[in-house]
């Protein structure tokens, strides 16, 4: 029997609506999930890392996410620049991960306590495009 593995959540509306995600390409978003993916399976969850407090060479990270190197590297310099990661000697930490991961608590009765998501107010870019949120939770040019 196959050992059950770890699962991360992703909400699909902030994914799409995500102001960081709207401005990585196609590809990036690919790798950026990868990533995500990686990250759960690490020894430390939310730290991208070959084994604790080793991180992962960049070219054997790239084969792990299945694209070139050069995407790995633009990819890691524009979410360090966003404030989704940071890359220290032990690794790629996925910033806000443990919060983005929580998962409700049980009680007595077996009724699970979901915690609240954060409502994501105004998306300002760094681009000069004006966006907001809309109505629904989507990102709408203003």
């Known amino acids: 029997m196959r050992k059950q593995l770890?699962?991360?959540?992703?909400?699909?509306?902030?994914w799409l609506a995500d102001g960081v995600t709207l401005f990585l390409s196609p590809a990036q978003r690919g790798v950026f999930i990868s990533l995500q993916a990686i990250a759960s399976t690490s020894?430390?969850?939310g730290i991208?890392?070959?084994?604790?407090?080793?991180?992962?060479?960049?070219?054997i990270l790239a084969r792990r996410c299945r694209c070139k190197q050069g995407?790995?590297?633009?990819?890691?310099?524009?979410?360090?620049?966003?404030?989704?990661?940071?890359i220290d000697a032990e690794g790629i930490h996925i910033k806000n991960w443990n919060e983005d991961q929580e998962v409700g608590q049980f009680?007595?009765?077996?009724?699970i306590?979901?915690?609240?998501?954060?409502?994501?107010?105004?998306?300002?870019?760094t681009d000069g495009q004006k966006f907001?949120?809309?109505k629904y939770g989507h990102v709408v040019q203003g």
């Not at 084994?51 to 060479?57: D, V």
């Not at 009680?107 to 009724?111: A, Y």
Request: no cysteine.
């Open 6 to 14: 770890p699962w991360f959540k992703v909400y699909p509306e902030d």
């Open 43 to 45: 020894p430390n969850r």
């Open 48 to 59: 991208i890392q070959a084994a604790p407090g080793t991180p992962y060479p960049p070219a």
């Open 71 to 86: 995407l790995l590297t633009t990819t890691l310099n524009r979410l360090q620049e966003v404030g989704k990661i940071t």
């Open 107 to 111: 009680d007595l009765e077996g009724k």
């Open 113 to 125: 306590h979901l915690p609240q998501r954060k409502k994501k107010g105004k998306v300002d870019t």
């Open 132 to 134: 907001q949120a809309g």
